[in-house]
């Protein structure tokens, strides 16, 4: 397997943060279990298109850096400094404390077209997904491998980002009273896991 037991901390980088959330709070939605497999899907769907063209791209780059300097491990090394200044820029920002935002208070109330669009925009824009697809594809290239050898990282995605459903069908009602401090220890302890997680990006892409 390509990725071995990294597939683990790679999928649940994709629902650190906001994403995770929002996971949580369709559970108090009028329609839970609709407006959360609408959630999930659009993840899943967001996933796959977002690291698909993080490898073509890099493939793409890596064919034309091999032809003009002969070394395909240069890209590695391009990957390498983007993940040391996404580290940089986490570590100084780790004192930020920022509010639920308000978009957020209304996620209760969505429609289930606003809600596949939140997913979709949340995976797309954050730092952390970006960085996990462009190193998924790295990966990928870099090892001679296929979107086919993705499909584990992709089923481990799913499986995460399901948590908070089947939390629900397990507890109940009961679960939307966690919210408030999930979000308080991801303000406080968020940046060290993000630090950790590009740290295991840069093993992984490296060795």
Known sequence: MLF????????????????????MLLITHKKPIRSSLIYILSVEITIIFSTTISY????????HLHAHFGNKDILKYIIVVILVLLIVKNFLQRKKIT?????????????????FLIGLVLVSI??????MALT???????????????????????AVASVPLLFYMVIGERGHKYIDKVNKWLNTHGWVINMFVYCLFIFLVLF
């Open 4 to 23: 071995g037991t990294s597939i683990i901390p790679l999928a649940l980088t994709v629902m650190f943060g906001p994403q995770i959330l929002v996971a």
């Open 56 to 63: 073509l791209i890099i493939s793409a780059i890596g064919l």
């Open 99 to 115: 509010a639920k935002p308000k978009w957020m208070s209304g996620i209760t109330e969505a429609s289930l077209k606003k809600i």
């Open 126 to 131: 954050m730092p952390t997904d970006l960085a």
């Open 136 to 158: 998924v594809g790295g990966l990928l290239v870099t090892n001679e491998g296929t979107l086919l050898n993705a499909v584990p990282f992709f089923a481990a995605v799913l």
